[in-house]
């Protein structure tokens, strides 16, 4: 999902744990669904142009930056110290 959003592909995704909310947050950055029905209507209403995908290139790079290899090893080095 990082990958797809850092190269401006819109991402549906289903809803699941592992930290796709707060990728997607709250819907700014993607669309969440949680079932075959709503995955449909997503799909159909943002190929009619209902929901639609405009990013500001900067808002989402801040936004990516919290999922990078750096950061995720700042945060992973944070734990083991506690431990």
Not at 13 to 24: C, K, L, V, W
Request: net charge positive.
């Amino acid at each position: 999902m990082v990958e797809a959003l850092g190269s401006g592909v819109p991402v549906i995704a289903s809803q699941s744990h592992g930290g796709i909310n707060e990728i997607i947050k709250n819907n700014n950055f993607g669309y969440i669904y949680n079932s075959q029905e709503e995955l449909i209507n997503t799909i159909a209403d943002f190929n009619s142009g209902k929901l639609k995908f405009n990013l500001k290139k900067n808002i989402l790079a801040k936004h990516l930056k919290k999922f990078s290899v750096s950061e995720n090893i700042k945060n992973y080095s944070k734990i083991f110290e506690k431990i």
